[in-house]
Each structure stands twice: as C-alpha cells, then as structure tokens.
C-alpha cells in the first residue's frame, strides 16, 4: 500500500495501477487555488484543523504552510502533537491551549 492510500486502499490501488499519483493535500489545494502567489507575501497564516496529530505533519495546511517557511497560527478541536516538531527544514513549537 501507497503513504496516502487510506486505511481500504482499495481505490487509490485501483488509481495507481491507472497511473495515478498520491500528493500532499496542502499541494493540490495551493496549486488549484492559486493560493502559492498569496502565500509568498503572507507574514503569518491563520489555519483550522479539525485534529491536529501525525496525519497534520504528512500534508495538511498548518504543515504545509510551515514548510514554506510562514509562521502558523491553528485553531483545531483536538489537539494531539505537542512539544517540538519538525516541519521542513526548522523545528517548530507545538503549544496546546484550551480556549477561554
């Protein structure tokens, strides 16, 4: 099974064997919105995630956008990555807050 192909797989092995490839999600969303111009002048992005966890650092918007080097703020229901983490090419701090 392919990173990406779900916890099935059955039809991202199906889209591959027809030539199909697995991307990051932050990618395909910034290229088809065009967001990538926007994100050059960006000093910080405001993100939400329904679960920040493992799953957030292979793709999702609040990686993606670090890795380009932006700092992130997210908001997120749950929050399970705390601590140091490595995005990219730096180490960002992961600081869980509960809101008031």
Do not use: H, W, Y
Request: glycine residues 16%; hydrophobic residues 45%; positive net charge.
């Amino acid at each position: 099974m392919s990173p990406g192909s779900g916890a099935a797989g059955g039809v991202a092995a199906a889209l591959f064997a027809l030539g199909a490839e697995s991307r990051p999600g932050i990618d395909l969303v910034l290229e088809l919105t065009g967001c990538t111009r926007c994100l050059a002048d960006a000093g910080l992005v405001v993100t939400g995630e329904g679960s920040l966890d493992r799953q957030t650092l292979n793709g999702k918007a609040p990686a993606g956008v670090a890795a380009a080097g932006i700092p992130v703020i997210a908001a997120s229901r749950r929050v399970l990555l705390g601590g140091i983490v490595s995005v990219g090419n730096s180490a960002k701090s992961v600081s869980p807050r509960k809101a008031p």
